[in-house]
């Protein structure tokens, strides 16, 4: 099995020792970045391994793409593409497992196989079913926001303060899920970049890492090879580069939250990540400290 949930809730609690890594895994066809590369199951388990032999000490399983424009998938699509993979996870995995999903049955597999986070980027909205089942769950779980859906959450995306509205929906919805039984400790909130947000809302949020600590929560950030740094170089008069040659601003965006004190990074590039955040802690000790 992976590691186990008490050892990641101590983990995240020892913030001076920095962010975890968690290395993305796409089990689609048509992510925004990675898509199609890692479908085949043989394919997901070497990248697997490649991910933490690189440093990640968690993994993101994901079945259902969820970039801007994407369609939904159906449930048995989605547990097709990931249930392969799942049982062919080494009983071994020196690294904490989770599953990037927002349906109940597609959670309880990953549980079945070790998983102890659920990636949610629904926040509840999509399967009804899986916040009250995660309640009575060892699990731990990322409350994520987005506006909309996938496949339209960026057509015409409006704040009156970005920062401010997901805060507040974070902080709402974390204590609904306390409400239903799920220990406080357990809920890690994701502002969810790129997730129905403008260029200038993504950058509201980056700014306001260290606010959303104040609610109490482990934050996780995912801004790897986000189209907000693509926009960036297009407001710059250059062009936009395609995702999988955004690392330079991967890795501002990375040691930016690292330096609020997010404590888990989503990011792609693990290698390079890691190298980065080395050196940053070794010219200076992290502000939490």
């Known amino acids: ?71 939904p998938v159906s449930e048995a699509e989605e547990l097709d593409r990931v249930e392969p993979v799942l049982r062919a ?38 399967d009804p079913e899986l916040l009250p089942w995660l309640a009575t769950q060892p699990l731990a779980y990322v409350l994520m926001h987005m506006r909309g859906q996938p496949a339209g959450m960026q057509q015409a995306p409006h704040y009156q303060d970005a920062a401010a509205e997901v805060a507040e929906f974070l902080r709402t919805r974390a204590a609904g899920l306390t409400a239903l039984g799920l220990p406080r400790e357990r809920i890690l909130l994701d502002p969810g970049i790129g ?49 999988n040659a955004r690392l330079g601003g991967s890795l501002a965006a990375a040691l930016w939250a690292a330096a609020q004190g997010v404590h888990v990074l989503r990011v792609h590039d693990v290698v390079e990540t890691r190298q980065a955040l080395d050196v940053w802690r070794w010219l200076e000790d992290p502000p939490w400290r």
């Open 195 to 243: 997730f129905g947000k403008r260029l200038e809302d993504n950058r509201a949020l980056l700014r306001a890492l260290a606010g959303l600590r104040e609610l109490g929560h482990p934050l996780l950030l995912g801004a790897s090879r986000k189209s907000f740094i693509g926009q960036l170089e297009e407001a710059a008069g250059r062009s936009a580069s395609p995702a």
């Open 89 to 126: 996870l080494p009983a071994d995995l020196p690294a904490w497992l989770s599953i990037d999903t927002q349906r109940r049955s597609v959670a309880a597999a990953a549980q079945a196989a070790g998983a102890v986070l659920v990636n949610d980027v629904s926040a509840g909205g999509r």
């Open 1 to 71: 099995m992976a590691r186990p949930l008490d050892a990641l809730l101590c983990r995240l609690q020892e913030t001076g020792r920095g962010p975890l890594l968690m290395g993305i895994v796409n089990l689609t066809p048509d992510s925004f970045s990675d898509g199609g590369r890692w479908l085949e199951p043989g394919r997901a388990l070497e990248q697997v391994e490649v991910l933490v032999a690189a440093g990640a000490e968690i993994v993101d399983l994901g079945g259902e793409s969820t970039r801007p424009g994407a369609a």
